[in-house]
Nanobody, 117 residues
Framework: QVQVMESGGGFVQAGGSLRLSCTAS????????MGWYRQAPGKQRELVAS???????DYADSVEGRFTIFRDTDKNTVELQMNSLKPEDTAVYFC???????????WGQGTQVTVSS
């Protein structure tokens, strides 16, 4: 079993910054993909950013240029630096990881990010 733990959410004014952190631990030690989704009230969960072991990254158009994803493969951690935050970034942010060998994904419980206007 794999445990995924997020931290770093909070409340910030528009234009501010937050950094989310996520650590994966447990029986699996290798993850092909690590990243972040978010879900705002009344909306579907959407991909925010992801990164592969080969350090390929993918960003939602809405966060490109404002968010940066960082990964430490040795420590199985992934972080999301969020700058120039907007009220529409308000959501619960979920970290996910994908087991390299089984393709099974694991999710954290989510961390709330609230951006006031």
């Amino acid at each position: 079993q794999v445990q995924v733990m997020e931290s770093g959410g909070g409340f910030v004014q528009a234009g501010g910054s937050l950094r989310l952190s996520c650590t994966a631990s447990g029986s699996a030690r290798s993850f092909s993909t690590m990243g972040w989704y978010r879900q705002a009230p009344g909306k579907q969960r959407e991909l925010v950013a992801s990164t592969t072991r080969g350090r390929l990254t993918d960003y939602a158009d809405s966060v490109e240029g404002r968010f940066t994803i960082f990964r430490d493969t040795d420590k199985n951690t992934v972080e999301l630096q969020m700058n120039s935050l907007k009220p529409e970034d308000t959501a619960v942010y979920f970290c996910y990881v994908v087991n390299t060998y089984t393709g099974v994904d694991f999710w954290g419980q989510g961390t709330q990010v609230t951006v006031s206007s």
